[in-house]
């Protein structure tokens, strides 16, 4: 295979036949995403200071989510972005478990975060206009996190909250502003 970023479809062709119970292509995306998940968590736990002893185990706990969170992924989005942020989470919450902070560098991701050509950077207003199109619990907390920049559990204190529900009612909010953006573009 070549570049991730060139290899971006793919991906997509086989994690959208994985969805349909095609197994050889969920064995194929697997086996081609191990190298890379390898590589990212290695990098991760070596700038933490923590031995590569526990890749293996960061590895598979990554598969082991993406294999149960594979339904949530749209089929009409990236599939890269979307394994990113699962690594991603799955590499933090490894550190917190071993008390540690750790900020993981932007630069291990940026080619799976860029966006895609044709696409314009919505201005102000038409944040707005989004935003307003939320329900009223989505977009105060969307609008608290994403635009006052308060964390989930300043947020969910605001707003006399739990942080999970917070956190899920945050997720939904982006959820409906994405299939909202999707629907006008």
């Not at 994690?15 to 890379?36: F, I, T």
């Not at 390898?38 to 890749?55: E, M, Q, T």
């Not at 966006?115 to 944040?127: I, Q, S």
Request: net charge positive.
């Amino acid at each position: 295979m070549g570049s991730l970023k060139s290899n971006e479809e793919q991906f997509s062709v086989w994690m959208r036949a994985a969805n349909r119970g095609d197994q050889v292509a969920y064995r194929l995306c697997l086996s081609a995403l191990l190298p890379v998940l390898r590589a990212v968590a290695a990098r991760s736990l070596s700038r933490a200071g923590i031995g590569v002893a526990d890749v293996e185990d960061l590895v598979q706990e990554i598969v082991l989510t993406i294999h149960l969170r594979r339904h949530t992924w749209d089929e009409d989005a990236r599939f890269l972005p979307w394994m990113h942020g699962i690594a991603r989470h799955k590499i933090i919450d490894a550190l917190r478990r071993r008390g540690r902070r750790m900020e993981v560098p932007l630069d291990d991701f940026g080619d799976v975060f860029e966006a895609p050509a044709g696409r314009e950077r919505l201005g102000e207003p038409d944040v707005g206009r989004f935003l307003g199109k939320l329900v009223d619990g989505q977009r105060k907390i969307v609008t608290a996190i994403s635009v006052e920049g308060l964390s989930i559990r300043e947020a969910a204190q605001r707003f006399g909250m739990s942080e999970g529900a917070a956190r899920v009612t945050f997720h939904r909010g982006l959820k409906s502003l994405a299939r909202l953006y999707r629907s006008e573009s």
